[in-house]
């Protein structure tokens, strides 16, 4: 089947389920409402106001349900289009054979050898490799794990359909099964009806680390020592490239719900995960190695060991009773009868009391036993599938992923302040300057530690109990099972060099600080330009840089995308982020320290988004060096990692990429000029930035009524609050992740773009031209802002502006927005089209709907609209503006590297031709020129998650042929 056919058999499959379990008006509504859509961007010229009838006339069950039914269709389309991806990838993998494909790992150290890279210089490049994906709950994702695992059924149900050695019986069993699924997924809630306990997120996060990572991870390690085995031979491959960490169950910053036990129970579903899949591994893998002692001596270290466990658990014994001289198989079956013990603990209870208490089993005794069997058996063996299960121990070791702690800095300063005032050590600690309380801190960390009795009884308050009771979880989980399960602890808000140390002194009073990597998180722009001085304040101190050196001599920093961006605006943020990358790596340079950059990136462009591989060959040269940690965050966990092949392709063009930077050097200096510009950008993006939403007198009413924020802020998505303090609203205390949704949905997608055309007017246009051509930085700021751009639509924006109640305020605030949008789109245009990109995954042609449109937006403004008070509706009635010019701007979902100038220049261009026909009501009006065609990632959310929807309605004037070269060019775009 063909990806054509895949989805009229989807849509076959669901008009199916509609007619049997709804009714057949629901269905003929549904298609009636799909037919206008499309025929309203063929730009038939009553399509508009028949579609926004058609909407306006439903009831609000018969919306919900016609909104599901579209959410549902989208998902399903979603699957067969990643299907086709699929397809695609394996026919050209297969047709280069034995050529590598592009951007592969195999591709990537080719290339490196044809530069002239030598052996030496490869193994130091590979030797320092490290690569930590760190999954987060942040509530970005609107899809139950329930709603995923149906969906990746449905997918493995798509594929064994596009099987061509299917019998005919075979092909109706499994069409049945696939119409099982859909219904299923018809009658299964989208939305959850509580919001979700941490440890559903957690679960939720190992549901990926069980079903995709557990395999991927070590595939990709083999991979690279393939490509190494080619072309250095000489060279060893690193055992671990790509290792797993995890905030959920450990990011306390602004999540009340975050305590000591539940981090205590997310350390215990970690090692379960990990206890249980290398047991079930052990097991078939003692199976499998049924040889014969005397055919395949065992290595003397390994019969001593064997010696030393008996007696033998009786399920062991019988074992080797019923199968005498097999001593792999009684080795394995030793260590799977170990682990087995192991799930039974009760680890929660292990970790929250004192009670001295020795885990059963530890990596190392599986790492030797494995690696004593790799050494004696016979190499093909020893390269199946044990050489997999060694991969996944040194992958996952007992903990699966390594859990990280966060929390902010100002609740760490008011714990310990208050321990020091119960303790008679000092009063008003939090009070005091960075410079007194620095030297406190270093007092205190070169004398003796307080009595453990001591330190319980000072935590008097519940912020500091429950802040020395997280320390003591993490000193118990470092004693008992290992540092192995921990990972770095994260400061938020990091101001001074005194919030570093305090986390170092309430450590080793707990007993956790050998090892643990503090490391300080910048976000705004003022930390970002404060990080130099702070990091090299903390490399003057003796005590601190001993700690580092028991860390290996390595520093990890943080970096926050998000809040930066919410603080300064798109422009200014990227480039404070770009130069504290530069003089961060300079510090540590001068003062001998290995640096781990954290990128705390998330799924939009407004908070670090985009291609990832792009974005990590745009980081400053030099900076790199093998080692590069990002967050993977909500939604984007499930678009890039829930299908396997899909996931190892990610995984591959995150790992070529870091190789690829990582090989270049810094021996070239942005020119000034560039950096020069770049400066007079930021600072003229930053003015306009903050003119608009701190200087714009009622901006933050607009905004609360033009965006779903506070429908936002109602929905379980999860379990963390939308704003840091309760009450009403601000700029400052919302969460950047609710920021930018509300701007997203109501298709502003103002975070990701807003100030750049200003900026872009402070420099020549050849200046510009020169750092577009030459300086991937620059152009991958371009880039991801010509997303942002086609992915807004002011005319939807226009509409959500009528939702505010002041007219005047509407109409001057959004003047102001539009004439940035279209300052910033006239002036991207004047910059070259970008390099041609190799083709994508997703064929030409292909689609995300059957009509080529969707109603979504008629429907997200609608269901917000009637979800105001009444008095709201009965104000504005009769109270229009004057009607505006609507914008439309481009398609983002046809994919490319560079996004489309072609639909880019028509953007805004065109009046709809009903505009000033169309009825008095506001909702009606509304609904009449919203046909979004949001397709790809949707969910069955009241509001458009135009963040997970890529697409826009396109100009009139694109004919059905243009469209087709624009997906052509476009098509790499989502890779």
């Known amino acids: ?114 530069r002239g890279v030598t052996a030496k210089q490869m193994a130091a490049l590979v030797a320092a490799l490290r690569i930590e994906l760190v999954l987060t709950a942040h509530p970005t994702e609107a899809k139950r794990r329930t709603v995923l695992s149906k969906l990746q059924r449905i997918a493995e149900s798509l594929r064994r359909l596009h099987d061509p050695d299917l019998l005919p019986r075979e092909h109706e069993r499994e069409t049945a099964e696939l119409r099982s699924e859909v219904t299923a997924l018809w009658l299964t809630e989208r939305a959850r009806t509580i919001r979700p306990a941490v440890t559903d997120e957690v679960r939720t996060g190992l549901f990926f680390v069980d079903t995709v990572f557990w395999e991927a991870l070590p595939r990709i390690a083999d991979e690279l020592e393939a490509a190494l085995r080619e072309h250095y031979p000489e060279v060893a491959a690193p055992s671990t490239p790509v290792t797993l960490a995890s905030w959920i169950g450990g990011d306390r910053d602004g999540n009340p719900s975050v305590v000591a036990a539940v981090t205590a129970e997310t350390l215990r579903l970690h090692r379960g995960l990990a206890v249980e899949r290398h047991r079930r591994s052990l097991q078939d893998l003692a199976r499998r190695l049924s040889l014969s002692g005397r055919r395949c001596p065992p290595p003397a270290a390994l019969t001593a060991w064997l010696e030393g466990r008996r007696p033998l658990p009786a399920r062991v014994a019988y074992l080797e009773a019923r199968y005498a001289n097999e001593p792999y198989r009684l080795a394995l079956a030793l260590i799977a009868a170990d682990l087995e013990t192991a799930s039974q603990e009760d680890v929660t209870t292990r970790l929250l009391d004192d009670s001295p208490y020795q885990a059963h089993v530890t990596v190392d005794e599986l790492r030797t036993v494995l690696d004593l069997i790799a050494q004696a058996i016979p190499p093909i063996l020893a390269r199946d599938r044990l050489r997999t299960v060694r991969a996944q121990v040194e992958t996952f070791g007992l903990h699966a992923a390594r859990l990280d702690v966060r929390e902010e800095a100002g609740r760490l300063t008011a714990a310990l302040g208050e321990m020091l005032e119960t303790l008679a050590i000092a009063e008003g600690f939090a009070g005091k300057n960075a410079r007194e309380r620095t030297a406190l801190v270093l007092r205190l960390l070169t004398a003796g530690a307080p009595k453990p009795s001591e330190l319980a009884a000072a935590a008097v308050g519940e912020a500091s109990a429950e802040t020395w009771r997280l320390f003591r979880v993490l000193g118990r989980a470092r004693a008992v099972y290992g540092a192995e399960a921990l990972g770095p602890f994260v400061i938020s808000m990091t101001r001074s060099a005194v919030d570093v140390l305090a986390v170092l002194l309430l450590a080793r009073w707990a007993g956790c600080a050998s090892g643990l990597r503090i490391v300080p998180l910048f976000e705004t722009l003022e930390d970002l330009d404060a990080a130099p001085r702070i990091l090299t304040e903390l490399f ?27 603080d300064g605006g798109y422009v200014a943020a990227n480039w404070a982020l770009y130069r504290a990358q530069e003089t961060i790596a300079r510090v540590c340079d001068e003062h001998g320290i290995a640096l781990t950059l954290f990128h705390g990136r998330g799924g939009t462009v407004a908070r670090g988004g985009g291609p990832a591989a792009r974005a990590i060959r745009a980081q400053p040269p030099g900076t790199l060096r093998g080692r590069f940690r990002l967050t993977e965050q909500g939604e984007t966990i499930a678009s890039r990692y829930a299908d396997p092949a899909l996931a190892h392709r990610h995984l591959e063009q995150i790992v070529s990429a870091v190789i690829l930077a990582s090989a270049e050097t810094a021996d070239r200096p942005i020119p000034a000029a560039w950096r020069g510009a770049m400066d007079a950008m930021a600072a003229a993006a930053h003015e306009a930035y903050h003119t608009l939403v701190e200087r714009t007198p009622g901006f933050l009413e607009y905004w609360r009524a033009a965006t779903p924020v506070e429908e936002i802020g109602r929905l379980r998505l999860g379990s963390r609050p939308a704003a840091r303090r309760p009450g009403a609203l ?87 927005i539009e004439a940035e949008y279209t300052r910033t789109r006239d002036a991207i245009l004047q910059l070259p089209a970008g390099r041609d990109a190799p083709p994508s995954p997703r064929p030409a042609g292909s689609r995300r709907s059957r009509g080529g449109t969707s109603p979504r937006g008629h429907r997200a403004h609608d269901q917000r609209h009637r979800r105001r008070p009444a008095e709201h509706r009965l104000r504005r009635r009769g109270h229009r503006s004057k009607p505006r010019r609507r914008r439309h701007s481009g398609d983002p979902r046809l994919g490319g590297r560079r996004p489309c100038r072609r639909r880019l220049a028509t953007a805004g261009r065109h009046t709809h031709p009903d505009r000033h026909a169309l009825p008095a009501r506001p909702a009606s009006a509304a609904l009449a020129t919203v046909a979004s065609g949001s397709r790809a990632r949707c969910s069955s959310l009241p509001i458009n998650r135009s963040v997970r929807c890529r697409s826009s309605p396109r100009p009139l004037s694109v004919t059905a042929d243009g469209r087709r070269r624009l997906r052509r060019r476009l098509r790499t775009l989502q890779r």
């Open 730 to 816: 601000t700029r400052q205390d919302v969460r950047a992740i609710p920021w930018v949704f509300s701007w997203m949905q109501s298709r502003f997608n103002l975070p990701g773009w807003y100030g750049l055309g200003t900026g872009l007017a402070r420099s020549p246009l050849d200046c510009l031209q020169d750092m577009h051509a030459h300086w991937p930085f620059f152009r991958a700021v371009l880039d991801n802002a010509e997303m942002s751009l086609l992915k807004a639509d002011m005319g939807i924006a226009a509409l959500y502006s009528d939702l505010v109640p002041d007219r005047a305020l509407a109409a001057r605030v959004f003047g102001i």
């Open 1 to 114: 089947m063909d990806l054509s056919t895949t989805i009229h058999l989807l849509g076959e499959t669901l008009g199916d389920v509609l007619r049997a379990r709804e009714s057949v008006a629901l269905f003929e509504a549904e298609e009636r409402i799909r037919g206008l859509a499309k025929s309203r961007r063929s730009g038939a010229p009553t399509a508009p106001r028949d579609l926004a009838a058609e909407v306006a006339a439903l009831s609000t069950d018969a919306a919900r349900a016609t909104a599901s039914a579209f959410a549902v269709y989208f998902d399903l389309v979603n699957l067969a289009e990643e299907g086709q991806r699929i397809r695609v990838l394996r026919e050209r993998e297969r047709a280069r054979h034995p050529e590598p494909l592009d951007e592969s790992l195999r591709e990537t150290i080719a290339q490196l050898k044809a």
């Open 540 to 566: 003057a101190l003796r005590v601190y840089r001993e700690h580092i050196a028991g860390c290996g001599g390595e520093q990890m920093v943080m970096i926050g995308y998000s809040d930066s961006n919410k």
